[in-house]
């Protein structure tokens, strides 16, 4: 993350002081150059601190301030400093920190080097000690504009026994010019920071403890009431940070937590240039999260009812590997921890073609797209679970209901995809019915019912697939569109498993897009069933094995889509327009 963490500090005798900062460098040097030659070169160098190009002598230490000979280097001179004011001892090299992953170097000295850095971060220091306050005076707070940069400011207290009020007041910023990226930043910020100042604040108590056990200031002002502020102000009160935590590493510490803090606020954040309207699918899985998140919420605040045993839940669209408690669907999701199992079975739906035969294949894959119930019948879970990862990426989002593995059987209405356990008894009327499709896996007779294709593929030679239908898809029947165009993608070995997968998106997006025009047209417009056949004509879908994809396929539309349609249906400026 291009920004600087600074830690400031409110002296009485001199204002708000930068005590320590950690800044993030961009060297453009090439890979290979050794750290020990850079401190011997002299040329210019294009260097990028806290996010600002500038040139800059390279250097392999940025010396402390007031150490440094040059007269022209920013800060304040060494005689307006008191012990308060300063972190490194004069000839601290300071603290460099390097990132081998990203080339990047972490460095924390008292200021900023560069003469522009050093005004930002000072009018920064400044506002965060006077003006820019919260209510309290201890707490973040949020400033800034586009020519001095974005400020996130945690100002805290830490006590010390000799300090007027028995604390100081103390601040740490950070400063970065992305303002939208600062705000997205706040809660982790907060929470990280928090962590640090809790640190402070709790080695200074102890130290202000044992000083106060040991002579209370206390008793001792009461006594010397009377005497002049002024005189008390000239006594030896200002006291460094180290001093005050008892702790001669803390600067070392705080370099750590500052570099760390710039290096995991910038991973946790990634931009992504998405290009165009986004997918249907995309706006389904937006909506479930956002109804987990609902969920979560309302499970928060009250207490969890037991669900029976017996009923498993339903995954609509969703990934069951990223189950966790927080955001889980099942309350058994830990004993079904799919993260943890081996590597998929079925690898593709090329793969699945090859195991499963062509004609035992279209069949399947007839009734997937249809939206008939598909029932796999085996004892290895991971099996089950992979068949379905596969079968589910020819159907959009809001069209998959699974049941990933059950003990008894599961009516249509509530899952399209079902796992069950070999002993569970199926009605006959489900074995028997057009709508439904039964994979049984079954141990095979001999070692190896198909070639093998891969090394990897042992543990399928002894497994033997029936596929079976009350409704068979006869060879020469012509089928849905997309279901022929999936088949010539499959079979094309001049096409990669990726370019596939490019290619069933392309075609659920074609086929999504007409059933908006249908959904519209039918549901919205209530048009006649004599404009919707020659709607369909248009649109390449008039075939019964079309129109019934597309029926099912309606269901899967986002909830914002539909709303979109309905919020304008039956304007008077629609229905002139039609008439």
């Known amino acids: 993350m291009n920004a600087i963490v600074a830690l400031c500090h409110f002296c009485e005798l001199h204002g708000p002081r930068t005590l320590f900062c950690t800044e993030v460098l961009h ?38 301030e007031g150490a440094s000979a040059d007269s022209s280097s920013p800060g304040p ?37 560069h003469p522009q850095l050093f005004s930002i971060v000072r009018q920064a220091c400044v506002r965060s000690l006077s003006c ?27 006590k010390d026994s000799l300090a007027r009020g028995f604390q100081r007041w103390y601040s740490i910023i950070t400063i970065m010019m992305d303002r939208i990226y600062l705000i997205n930043s706040w809660p982790f910020l907060l929470g990280k920071i928090r962590g640090i100042i809790d640190e402070l604040q709790g080695k200074a108590l102890k130290v202000f403890e044992a ?8 008793a001792q002002r009461m006594n010397t009431a009377f005497t002049p502020f002024l005189h008390q102000r000239n006594g030896n009160a200002a006291r460094s940070l180290t001093s005050l935590t008892n702790d001669e590493n803390l600067w070392a510490c705080l370099h750590t937590s500052f570099a760390w803090l710039l290096k995991a606020c910038g991973s946790r954040l990634t ?41 498993p839940d339903v995954v609509e669209g969703q990934e069951l590997s990223k189950c966790s408690p927080e955001t889980s669907l099942m309350p058994d999701c830990n004993s079904w921890n799919v993260a943890h199992r081996r590597l998929s079975v079925f690898r593709s739906l090329r793969h699945m073609r090859q195991v499963l035969g062509a004609s035992a294949f279209r069949m399947l894959a007839w009734h997937v797209l249809m939206g008939n119930q598909v029932i796999w019948k085996a004892r290895d879970m ?9 079968l589910r990426t020819m159907l959009p989002v809001g069209c998959v209901r699974i049941i990933p593995y059950s003990d008894q059987y599961e009516e249509a209405y509530r899952c399209n995809f079902l796992g069950l356990s070999p002993h569970v008894q199926i009605p006959s009327h489900i074995l028997t019915s057009e709508f439904a499709v039964l994979v049984e896996v079954r141990a095979a007779t001999r070692s190896s ?41 499959l079979t094309n070995q001049n096409l990669s498993v990726d370019v596939v997968d490019q290619c069933l998106v392309c075609l659920k997006e074609e086929w999504m897009n007409k059933v908006k025009v249908l959904f519209k047209f039918t549901k919205v417009d ?22 019934k994809l597309l029926k099912f396929w309606m269901t899967g539309l986002s909830k914002t889509y539909k709303s979109h349609l309905m919020s304008t249906v039956r304007s008077p400026t629609s229905s002139e327009s039609r008439n």
């Open 27 to 64: 060297s453009p040097l090439p890979q290979g150059a050794g750290s020990g030659d850079i401190s011997g070169q002299n040329e210019q160098a294009e260097e990028e601190e806290g996010g600002i190009q500038m040139s800059s002598r390279i250097r392999s230490h940025s010396p402390a």
């Open 77 to 113: 001179k060494k005689s307006d400093m008191c012990e308060g004011c300063r972190s490194l001892a004069g000839g601290h090299p300071g603290y460099v920190s390097h990132d081998k992953e990203t080339s990047i170097k972490y460095v924390s000295h008292q200021h900023p080097n």
């Open 132 to 158: 820019e306050v919260c209510p309290g005076r201890e707490g973040p707070i949020f400033f800034g504009d586009e020519q001095h940069g974005f400020v996130f400011s945690h100002t805290f207290f830490i």
């Open 211 to 218: 000083e106060q056990y040991g002579c209370p200031q206390r």
């Open 271 to 311: 931009e992504k240039l998405l290009e165009g309207a986004p997918t249907e699918d995309t706006l389904v899985q937006m909506e479930k999260l956002a109804d987990l998140k609902e969920e979560s919420e309302g499970w928060d605040g009250s207490e969890e009812e037991e669900k029976p045993s017996s009923q």
């Open 382 to 390: 991971d099996l089950v679970q992979s068949a379905f990862d596969v």
């Open 449 to 489: 019912l198909y070639p093998t294709l891969f090394d990897d593929e042992q543990s399928l030679n002894k497994y033997e697939f029936v596929v079976t239908s009350g409704s068979p898809v006869a060879a020469d029947r012509v089928g849905p569109t997309i279901l022929n165009k999936i088949e010539a993608a």
């Open 526 to 547: 209530s048009r006649p069933k004599e404009d919707t056949q020659k709607l369909l004509s248009i649109l390449g879908a008039a075939e019964e094995d079309n129109v």
